[in-house]
């Protein structure tokens, strides 16, 4: 990827005030003009202009004088977070979930559709569009303090024409978002769901202001990576950076769905855990929590399984580093809550003798946003793409 210098230009320099100034309130709530200032050394008549301007767009107020200086007392400025909203929509395998956020991004309404049926996306986008509204209506929320909807699919997306090429999991292909824009009278930003997770972690997790990292999103049916270069996501030629899933990581001849053989997600993803499990013992479980509780009791089946399941997520992390070098490895998605119990063997994995890379190096963690990591990505993308504050 070639990073190019930025062309500095009038209109620029204010637009990043502007940034500067937002990101300052949003991360200390409430400041004077002197200390916007020396806080990022900007004149003080140029904040005053962008401080205005935010206070016509709802997003900061006055709020009493400061007590702290002599003289002529300073106004404090407050940030307002409610001054906008987001909605934030996940495609997900076994369910759609809805969120309201604010500028802060907590979490206002959040609901789930449980056998969303991906194959009718026209009635799926106006139940969804009928689930915003009544959120909106009892939050009373007036449209105009909403800036848009983000989605997150997994699969392959075309952010800037919303265009989904192809989700496999959930069987959506060539299927064109834009149409429903006016379903919503909203504006509808798209993407990948380990991307979108990846936006997450950078602007409020673990890897806060981070340049360097992959997101590791182990899914039920796949496994996806969002990469973060030089603090921009990278998205490849054809959006497809990252597609992990269907990279060749053993040779046992295994067919996948995608008509090879032996890719990662055959071994990964979170479903392999009870199809392998079954395959061993004959035994179906019903979900990936049964399947711990028997590994956290040393279940002999269980426990043989997960471990071979180790060995292969750890192998294509260990692929990851070394493609990637990244500064962090972040593991999220539907191995999230059962971080106790598999963290500590898979980074005894990873991190194996070798002659390349150690835990100084590299850090592999886990998410803290967990389950939240994709949809709150999804709910930041009407606020990015409009204030573009970390320019993902
Ligand atoms: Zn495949």
Redesign the pocket.
């Known amino acids: 990827m070639i990073v190019r210098p930025r062309v500095i230009d009038q209109k620029t320099i204010r637009t990043e005030n502007r940034k500067k100034i937002l990101q300052l309130l949003i991360r200390k709530r409430e400041l004077t003009i002197p200390e916007i200032s020396r806080e990022i050394d900007i004149s003080t008549p140029t904040i005053t202009k962008n401080i205005n301007q935010l206070m016509a767009e709802g997003m900061a107020e006055e709020a009493g004088v400061s007590e702290s200086t002599g003289g002529r007392k300073p106004m404090v400025i407050k940030f307002l977070p409610d001054a906008y909203y987001s909605v934030g929509v996940e495609f997900a395998l076994e369910y759609v979930r809805i969120i309201l956020t604010n500028l802060d991004t907590s979490i206002k309404a959040d609901r789930i559709l449980r056998n969303a049926n991906y194959q009718d996306i026209v009635s799926l986008m106006t139940y969804i569009h009928q689930e915003v509204d009544s959120i909106f209506l009892e939050k009373e929320i007036p449209v105009e303090r909403v800036l848009g909807v983000g989605i997150s699919i997994p699969g392959t997306v075309n952010e800037e024409t919303a265009f989904v090429k192809i989700a496999p999991n959930i069987g959506i292909r060539n299927a064109d978002f834009r149409p429903y824009e006016d379903l919503f009278q909203l504006p509808l930003f798209l993407e990948n769901d380990a991307n979108a997770a990846a936006i997450a972690e950078v602007i409020l997790g673990i890897a806060k202001e981070m340049r360097n990292l992959v997101f590791l999103c182990v899914l039920p049916q796949g496994v996806g990576a969002g990469i973060v270069v030089d603090g921009h996501l990278y998205k490849g030629q054809n959006k497809r950076a990252g597609e992990i899933?269907?990279t060749t990581i053993a040779s046992h001849g295994k067919l996948?769905?995608?008509?090879?053989r032996d890719?990662w997600?055959?071994y990964a993803s979170g479903n392999t855990l009870i199809t392998r499990y079954k395959e061993k013992t004959g035994r179906t479980l019903a979900s990936l929590e049964e399947f711990f509780a028997l590994v956290k009791r040393y279940e002999l089946a269980a426990v043989k399984v997960f471990d071979e399941y180790l060995d292969y997520l750890a192998l294509g992390i260990q692929n990851l580093i070394l493609i990637q070098d990244p500064h962090y490895v972040i593991l999220g998605g539907v191995i999230s809550p059962y971080e106790d119990i598999f963290f500590e063997p898979l980074k005894e994995k990873v991190f194996v003798e070798n002659n390349f890379y150690d835990m100084q190096d590299v850090k592999l963690m886990c998410s803290t946003l967990k389950e939240n990591a994709t949809i709150l990505g999804a709910s930041l993308l009407p606020f990015e793409k409009i204030f573009a504050l970390h320019d993902m």
């Open positions: 899933s269907h996948c769905s995608c008509g090879r890719c997600e055959l």
